[in-house]
């Protein structure tokens, strides 16, 4: 027996299910530091009114004292204090539940300063009620590393998997998949090949491949676009531009990719897409109802138009649009770029596609989580850019899909849309996806969404 069948028959292999319960028991956990936090704080300013005679407490201390629970929430959620890795690392957890602490008394001291009422700030209470924060904070940012490190070992879900190679002793007893035995393939000529690497990784955090030196340059470029860390066994790092490497069991690995945001970010991206998608979808409908009504009208067939697309982590997924074209003439591959006297555009299509009215469905793909509003436009499969598949022009063009497609994003305010004629065509779009990608952050989103108002009408939508 190999050690690969002594892995699969002898070791323990997580489900799905016990794969998802402990995905979703890192978000309880991340939750209940959030809420242990605001205890510690609550117990400091409990401190406070002890010591300062309930006579002294004013309606503006109290005040005060809630408005720092919210801003202390704030800043320690974007200082990455309650990011999972807190849950594990206490030197970690400890340090930024501190700096969150001091940025958050420094933003106090400086408001009340400007307001001219340090006079009236009870100094002895607020250190008794300092110390006494400070000393919760750093207790149960260790109790709970304790208990999850007890509880949990590791609370990242990691998969191995092994294409026509040894598996390393080191990697015996995790979840491990044979690459051959289950028909995963480096075909980045294959999309649907992709989409079942990304089935398979959805619920990990983590996956290493192991495998010949022929396959790993095909594996790396595959794992560019899947959004969690992927690393390559690799002892003879070569040319693979990694991004770092690291150590497992005394084997050497390579780093090829990792998500370009982390679990902060992620929740602050799709917070801006829920707080513009339901109002959106509200103040629209009315107009959607209009359009579909004109599309039922013009000519028979379905109202909206569904396309197989790219998406995240190089998973496939179904595009809403209203439907523009003559049902028989629908182009399901995409492989034929529509034209500006493209005679299968409908009359009432040609209207919504110069106006990017037939984009609106879409907002139904962002509430359900499969888009965001901002992001690298998704592509049909069979797209092509000079009689080429894209992915053929540049093969970074995978790269794109480590993040949501988005209804909008920085190629397409600075006018790459339309027809994609010559190989110039996409890679100025690719070009400006992999831009976003690196350079990403929430202003931004906000910038681009208030530039595309500029150019829903454009010379090259048609």
Not at 153 to 167: P, T, Y
Not at 241 to 253: A, N
Not at 318 to 335: C, H, P, Q, W, Y
Not at 380 to 401: I, K
Request: glycine residues 8%; aromatic residues 6%.
């Amino acid at each position: 027996m190999t050690k690969i069948d002594l892995a699969l028959h002898g070791a323990p292999v997580r489900t799905p299910l016990a794969k998802a319960a402990r995905r979703n028991a890192k978000i309880w956990l991340c939750l209940s530091l959030i809420a242990l936090d605001a205890v510690a704080l609550a117990f400091g300013f409990a401190v406070i009114l002890i010591v300062e005679a309930p006579r002294h407490i004013s309606d503006g201390l109290l005040t005060a004292m809630a408005g720092a629970l919210l801003v202390h929430a704030a800043i320690a959620f974007q200082n990455q204090a309650y990011n999972p890795r807190c849950l594990t690392k206490p030197v970690k957890s400890c340090r930024q539940t501190l700096i969150s602490f001091a940025t958050t008394l420094l933003v106090f001291l400086l408001v009340a300063f400007s307001l001219r009422v340090t006079g009236k700030v009870p100094r002895f209470a607020l250190g008794m009620g300092m110390v006494t924060a400070v000393m919760l904070l750093v207790a149960q940012r260790l109790l709970v590393c304790y208990l999850v490190r007890r509880a949990f070992g590791q609370l990242s879900a990691e998969l191995v998997i092994v294409d026509g190679a040894n598996l390393p002793a080191a990697y015996l007893g995790r979840d491990i998949v044979d690459a051959r035995a289950s028909g995963l393939r480096t075909n980045l000529d294959d999309p649907y090949m992709l989409d079942r690497l990304g089935t398979v990784l959805q619920d990990y955090d983590r996956v290493t491949i192991v495998c010949a030196p022929a396959h790993k340059a095909e594996w790396a470029r595959a794992l560019k676009g899947v959004n969690i860390l992927g690393e390559i066994v690799m002892p003879e790092i070569a040319e693979l531009g990694p991004l770092t490497t690291r150590q497992w069991g005394g084997v050497t690995t390579l780093v090829v990719s990792w998500g370009p945001l982390n679990r902060a970010n992620r929740v602050k991206k799709r917070a801006l897409d829920l707080a513009v998608t339901i109002p959106a979808l509200f103040v629209l409908a009315p107009l959607m109802l209009l359009v579909a009504v004109a599309i039922k009208l013009d000519t028979p067939g379905p109202v909206f138009f569904r396309q197989e697309r790219m998406g995240r982590g190089n998973r496939i997924f179904r595009i809403l649009k209203f439907r523009s074209m003559r049902v028989e003439a629908t182009d399901a591959n995409g492989a034929r770029s529509a034209s500006r006297d493209d005679d299968r555009i409908t009359r009432v299509g040609r209207i919504i596609r110069a106006t990017s009215i037939d984009e609106l469905p879409q907002l139904i793909n962002v509430f359900s989580g499969e888009m965001s509003l901002v992001g690298p436009r998704p592509h049909a499969l069979g797209s092509t850019a000079g009689n080429e598949l894209f992915w053929r022009v540049d093969r970074q063009y995978w790269h794109r899909h480590a993040l949501k497609p988005g209804i909008t994003g920085l190629a397409q305010i600075r006018g790459f849309r339309g027809a994609t004629n010559t190989r110039r065509d996409i890679l100025d779009r690719l070009g400006a996806d992999l831009e976003y990608q690196q350079g990403w952050s929430l202003l931004r989103d906000v910038s681009i969404l208030v530039r595309t108002a500029q150019v829903l009408v454009h010379r090259n939508a048609y």
